[in-house]
């Protein structure tokens, strides 16, 4: 009986702040915090994406006003050894331009093939 309490108390514990019935009444309370539990999960992963999407988004357009599209830069900028991650340069696009245009113009000018 004691170990039902507990689990009982835990789920209620979870549940805390959801409206209605889905706060007190256990069997529908373990419902959502399950649901919860599963959006959590499956949010944490889409997070990584959400961000990575925002980042390739920012450099996109910082590098864009420097006349080159997003997929030429990261490819020459690999070529260049460039060691700066996508949300480093994201930071920098947005928060420090005459930095990431310097950037920009390492990689133009080490990234160039060599003839």
Known sequence: MAANNHRHKKILKLAKGYRGRSKSVFKIAIQRVEKA?????RDRKNKK????RL???R????VRQHGMPYSVFV???RKADVELNRKVLAEMAVTEPYSFRAVVETVKAKGSPKA
């Open 75 to 77: 490819n020459k900028a």
């Open 59 to 62: 450099i996109n357009a910082g």
């Open 37 to 41: 539990l599963q959006q959590a999960y």
């Open 55 to 57: 980042w390739i988004e």
């Open 49 to 52: 994406r959400e961000f990575r």
